[in-house]
DNA sequence: TAGACGTGGGC
DNA sequence: TGCCCAAGTCT
């Protein structure tokens, strides 16, 4: 592996920072997150940008600042409400992390987000990129903030073939970032490369005609753009069998489940549903016995009215989704409800729920 | 280290 | 349609 003082040998490092922070400075896009410096936004923007979009993620972050406009409003909301705020965004998790941080700065800092790398990191879901992106953004840091643009701008500026799927290649990046990064204005440098990467020196076409760092591009002499970063591939998601059912009692109210604590969709609300194994018996059979003994309750279902995949990153649900009615009291327990049409709209579901209900309000 | 962890958009 | 992606982090 290169060290970063030979990958930057040559490279005219003050005239380069120069153009970069020209361009960025006429050219960025106006953001909500960018019309001040306020720490805590900053810092639930870098979160929500964490592999979605901008497109995406401006009108949740609008919503978001709206209902929890400070560290203090986020740190007393009710994780459910957070959770409804975070719906369709993805990566739930994240939400989670974020208040859990956000009452640790409230207690543990006065409710003032720490400035140095050491206790910024330390803090849930805020890992070496945002980190970074904090301590620049908010406090003019100089400290390297190396995402998927950066690799991707950097391995094409400086012709580096590592693979940036590895996560020990984000390290060679970092490096290299500390070797280049303004001192002057760390913000807007890498805020630039991120820009420069979101909208010209994007994945599958560069706009290299439109690039204000050409000259420096090392990628660009060597007309090698389209074969840079190297990138190897993902692993298919696996395929996995649902069974779920959309379960009404006589006034019309929906039986919902909270999902655990942990893991996939961790604590959000769903349908009664099960993972099937068709060697054990038929699937109707599965979910039956399952809503009846998890739920101590008493169920008839109908076949299957409708079928639903939904891909995750690394799963694909195939979803037969049966009709039902209940014909028990349900067992009292804080992860289990019968809500009505209006009050469903107020729980935090996945987009695979979602479906589901969209479906059953179709024939009903 | 590699896999878990979501979603919607682009081509 | 199917694949890849988009401002990563945790275990």
Redesign the pocket.
Known sequence: MKQSKDIVKDFQIEQFQHDLISWFETEQ?I?P??QDQDPYKVWV??IM????????VIPYFNNFIEKFPTIVDLAYAPEDDVLKAW????????AR?LQAAVREVHEQYGGKVPHTPDEI?K?????????G?ILSIAYGVPQPAV???VM?VLSRILSIWDDIA???TRKVFEEVVHEIISKDSPSFFN?GL??L??IVC????PSCLLCPVREHCRAFEQGVQQELPV?S????P?AVQIAAAVVTDEQGNFLIHKRPN?????N?WEFPNVEVDLTIGTEQTQLTSFVEADYDTEVVLDPPFTVIQ??????VWNINVYKGVLTGNIANRDDLKLVSVKEIEEYAF???HQKILKEYHKIT
């Open positions: 896009r953001l997150w960018r923007s870098e940008l964490q592999q979605t979009r901008v497109d995406t719906e369709g965004l993805g990566y739930y998790s994240r992390n990191s803090l849930k879901g805020v890992g070496p990129y945002t980190t992106a995402d998927g643009n991707r590895k996560p020990k805020q991120m820009e990467g979101a994007t994945p599958t076409s990138k591939k993902k692993k298919p696996r942990k893991g996939l969709l961790a959000l939904h891909v995750f990153s690394h799963i996945p987009v695979s």
